[in-house]
């Protein structure tokens, strides 16, 4: 590579990653299995769109609100850890990574960028899934919407995340925009943005974000990991 193509490089200083239906096509699952958790509270004829509105809260305050909203005479941490029982085997087992998921992180780990987990979803249940898949040796922390205090409409998870990247790897003050967030959700997406984050955007059939509000909010879009390379992301001029 000649110099003059080397010093068009824009080296990301860190990556950080939204887990289901970014790393791991585990949206499907979630979809299905809030219904059936209902179910054994004896709330029939539930769909996936019933959940909608609770998708961008962490998933303790999620149960939460399930009682609220359906009346459960259970409290929200029993309603959780039922939900955690039901999840345990799926990502430990179950769940699959995203296509050309392994490859990519394996790429961007070989050249040196340093990666954390930002993420909605238990921090346990993330590195179950992530470990089934060999995945997990990748990232320097997983931080959660709990830890951070606000859902992903806000971008403190990601602050936090990078926060703790930085401290575990010594990187000093990062700028934002020297960072992409890789994300599948709206919410996520526009959050990270007005934060000055750059962002990949990954479409993911199963989810709740249409394909085409997904390739707005992105500064790179794809549908699956084989589309996307590091010199595309080294050399985003955008």
């Known amino acids: 590579m000649s110099s003059s193509a080397t010093s068009c490089k824009r080296m990301p200083r860190a990556f950080i990653f939204d887990c289901d239906g970014t790393l791991l096509d585990s949206m499907g699952t979630w979809l299905s299995i809030q219904p059936k958790l209902l179910e054994t ?3 029939q004829g539930l769909t996936s769109d019933d959940f909608a509105e609770f998708e ?8 939460a609100a399930y ?12 309603i959780y850890g039922r939900l955690m029982d039901m999840l345990r085997e799926e990502y ?3 769940i699959p990574a995203r296509v050309g998921a392994a490859e990519f992180l394996a790429a961007a780990h070989e050249a040196g960028i340093p990666m954390a987990i930002a993420t909605s979803t238990p921090d346990f249940l993330v590195r179950s899934g992530l470990e089934h898949h060999g995945l997990a040796s990748y990232f320097s922390n997983i931080t959660t919407t709990g830890e951070a205090g606000r859902s992903k409409q806000h971008p403190d998870v990601y602050n936090l995340a990078l926060a703790r990247l930085s401290k575990d790897r010594d990187l000093g003050e990062v700028d934002h925009g020297d960072v992409w967030v890789f994300e599948d959700a709206a919410f996520g997406l526009m959050s ?4 000055g984050y750059r962002r990949v955007g990954i479409f993911d059939p199963a989810g709740r974000t249409t394909r085409d509000e ?4 992105s500064d790179i879009f794809i549908d699956e990991y084989p589309e996307l390379t590091l010199d595309a992301i080294y050399s985003y001029g955008g």
């Not at 961008?56 to 305050?61: A, R, Y």
């Open 92 to 94: 430990a087992n179950v």
């Open 56 to 63: 961008h809260l962490s998933v303790e305050d999620e149960c």
């Open 41 to 43: 509270y004896g709330i």
């Open 67 to 78: 009682r609220v909203k359906w009346g459960l005479s259970a409290s929200g941490d029993e």
């Open 214 to 217: 997904v390739e707005r909010l």
């Open 192 to 195: 990270s943005g007005e934060a």
